[in-house]
Nanobody
Framework: VQLVESGGGLVQPGGSLRLSCAAS????????MGWFRQAPGKQRELVAR???????RYGDSVKGRFTISRDNAKTTVYLEMNSLKAEDTAVYYC??????????WGQGTQVTVSS
């Protein structure tokens, strides 16, 4: 199993970024996927998850601003982030959420929101 995140960077408050997570080594379309983040000194938290059927759920802090999606043909999961705030600054990770492949993680991509 391999998960490779990309798309992070430095963005001003109010700006947007799109993260990608390219997955390989397992049957992507029958597993749920998720995005998590970890800020310095804080615990890792769930940002968003998407089921194999496309049902989505979001953490309270990102509802209405972030959108998770998946492209099964490209075995990639995306996180569209809008109206970014300083408190969104963190390392963002994608992860497999089962039911067949669970608890694999990418290396993470840094998102910094600052003026």
């Amino acid at each position: 199993v391999q998960l490779v995140e990309s798309g992070g960077g430095l963005v001003q408050p109010g700006g947007s970024l799109r993260l990608s997570c390219a997955a390989s080594g397992f049957t992507f379309n029958i597993n749920a996927m998720g995005w998590f983040r970890q800020a310095p000194g804080k615990q890792r938290e769930l940002v968003a998850r998407i089921s194999s059927g496309g049902i989505t759920r979001y953490g309270d802090s990102v509802k209405g601003r972030f959108t998770i999606s998946r492209d099964n043909a490209k075995t990639t999961v995306y996180l569209e982030m809008n109206s970014l705030k300083a408190e969104d600054t963190a390392v963002y990770y994608c992860s497999t959420l089962g039911p067949y492949v669970y608890d694999y993680w990418g290396q993470g991509t840094q998102v910094t929101v600052s003026s």
